[in-house]
């Protein structure tokens, strides 16, 4: 519904916001020389839904950090803005080897990175060199897009990574793969593997604070929660009708929203729900994206109460999720059957049994699993809002007043989204219980979504014990070991196994699949063994929105949320 302000109410509003945001005072701790020329550069004021810590995407996993530095980064492909498909870009072609593993990319020539040197082969081995340095620290959740490819806890033996080798030959670059893979050339379209200037790898430069790359855009300027791109006078592409942009963060989805109405900004993530109707009431356009992102509550498998599949199905049954998503999700939202938007169309049809909301199959899991009321710590963002979670705050009230209803004794751990939340959730813990997350898909493949639920510490991996994964009346294939075929009766007493390992397998396989009704058969069973062994818990496919002011006659909405700013039309 939406909601009427009174001038008082804006005043107030108002004020807070003239206190908290300096849209175009940002300190100028780094400065360019290929700035605009222009007295009067037309200038994209863009308000993010999250402060960042870091402009530094090889080691924030934000979306804020993601969308500032692809401004200024440009990867080897990049993802076309409709079909989410690689398109030429540092790389103005490839090819493959007939067996898949090894990718040649001839790269565009005559390029400049932002600090005047020379866009080569070298400088992409370099950056090749820095992914694999970064991937090493495998505790941290923000280097996931690193581990996809270039670690080795997802590979068959454990020790060997997808990408085995990056070398220059004869100007182009080379990369070998273990094994042939389908979503290899998508995942690099994350703006995670867009190409820093070496100076900036091995300089005293923070790329922190002051990324450099061959992007529309160079940094001018960052104060922590405000940032200056303008115009790279040496890109070699159109020059852009948006000469420069400001970034800043207003966390409040009701501060963005009155910093709309007063034009204070030409642009802001993540709509509110009650926004949508005075937006459109002052004359101001909302843009919504496809549901491209997952909510979900993750599961700390060290944690010995969670180590129990029982209790981890009794926590399932006893969330109502058709009311959180009636009552506190954007109208479009869905409730989730597993962690793959309705995109792919890879639905399990089966896999709702293990996450439908039936108080009394949790009373039934909390007596299998011996529960005796111990408390579980239950981990949420604060002071954010986020494209799978406008209001964290309210999501985690609705979820554990259902989980305290059925019996369940909850410890809220609420923790500042800047104090690096990601990370916290992420790292080795045997006290930690339940975690409020969610992400927007980085690429377009269905790895893009089960990489990252499914991607524990290594000390988890590392167990990978088989846990007995039951479910009402559901029949699906046991161990993939050969036994002897059960009678029924044995059958209708067999107990279901499903590990880690053999659900990592089963991607590895559908990585490699080159048919597509071939992969989307292979994940859709997928789909069901990680129902089965249930390491999260689904809550659904969110859809946001961006808002947008007068001057703005075009935007180019991405469904990661990542958008390509020197596309934009913007009126001076």
């Not at 492909?77 to 990319?105: C, H, K, M, Q």
Request: aromatic letters at 10%; one cysteine or more.
């Amino acid at each position: 519904m939406g909601q009427h302000f009174t001038r008082r109410r804006m005043l107030q509003l108002s004020g807070l916001l003239t206190a908290g945001i300096s849209l175009s005072a940002c300190s100028s701790e780094n400065s360019s020389a290929d700035s605009p020329t222009s007295a009067h550069p037309v200038t994209f004021r863009f308000a993010n839904a999250a402060e960042t810590s870091s402009l530094d995407v090889g080691t924030s996993g934000t979306l804020e950090t993601a969308r500032i530095s692809a401004q200024i980064l440009e990867p080897l492909v990049r993802a076309n803005i409709n079909t989410g498909e690689p398109e030429a870009s540092l790389a103005s072609d490839w090819s493959v080897s007939d067996d898949y593993r090894t990718y040649t990319f001839t790269l565009v020539s005559g390029v400049k990175f932002q600090d005047g040197t020379d866009f080569n082969a070298a400088a992409v081995v370099k950056n090749y060199q820095r992914w694999v340095s970064v991937s090493q620290d495998t505790a941290s959740n923000s280097h996931i897009e690193y581990l996809q490819i270039l670690s080795s806890l997802n590979s068959k033996d454990g020790k060997t990574p997808l990408v085995t080798d990056c070398q220059e030959h004869e100007g182009k670059v080379i990369f070998t793969l273990s094994r042939p893979s389908a979503s290899f050339l998508r995942a690099l379209t994350q703006p995670a593997f867009g190409i820093c200037a070496p100076s900036a790898l091995t300089k005293n430069l923070s790329l922190k604070k002051f990324p450099v790359g061959t992007g529309a855009y160079t940094m001018t300027s960052w104060d922590g929660r405000a940032a200056q791109l303008d115009y790279y006078t040496g890109f070699r592409g159109d020059k852009p009708t948006v000469e420069r942009i400001i970034f800043t963060a207003i966390p409040d989805a009701e501060k963005r929203f009155v910093a709309m109405l007063n034009d204070e900004v030409d642009g802001y993530d993540l709509v509110g729900g009650d926004n949508y109707v005075e937006l459109a009431r002052h004359g101001k356009l909302t843009q919504p994206r496809d549901p491209y992102s997952i909510c979900y509550i993750s599961f700390n498998l060290q944690n010995k109460i969670l180590s129990s599949r029982e209790m981890r199905s009794a926590i399932a049954h006893a969330v109502d999720r058709n009311f959180l998503v009636k009552k506190y999700f954007p109208q479009g939202t869905n409730v989730a059957v597993d962690f793959l938007p309705s995109l792919f169309m890879m639905k399990n049809e089966d896999t709702s049994a293990y996450y439908t909301h039936k108080t009394d199959i949790t009373a039934d899991r909390l007596k299998e699993a011996g529960y005796k009321g111990e408390a579980i710590e239950f981990y949420y963002p604060t002071d954010v809002s986020l494209p799978w979670m406008i209001s964290p705050e309210v999501i985690f009230a609705s979820i554990s007043a259902d989980l305290v209803k059925a019996g369940i004794n909850i410890t809220p751990k609420p923790v500042s989204w800047t104090d690096g939340y990601l990370d916290i959730i992420s790292k080795p813990s045997e006290t930690r219980g339940l975690a409020l997350t969610g992400f927007v898909g980085s690429y377009r493949d269905p790895n893009a979504f089960l990489s990252r639920v499914l991607a524990p510490t290594s000390e988890i991996i590392s167990q990978a014990e088989k846990t007995k994964a039951v479910a009402p009346d559901v029949d699906v294939e046991a161990s993939p070991l050969p036994v002897p075929t059960p009678s029924a009766a044995e059958k209708d007493r067999e107990e279901l196994v499903v590990s880690y390992r053999e659900i990592l397998e089963a991607i590895r396989n559908a990585d490699q699949l080159i048919d597509d009704q071939e992969r989307k058969e292979a994940y859709t069973a997928i789909n069901l063994k990680v129902a089965q062994l249930m390491p999260a818990f689904p809550l659904c496919y969110p859809v946001s929105a961006v808002a947008l002011g007068q001057r703005v006659n075009y935007y180019p909405l991405s469904a990661t949320a990542v958008s390509e700013f020197a596309l934009a039309n913007v009126k001076p």
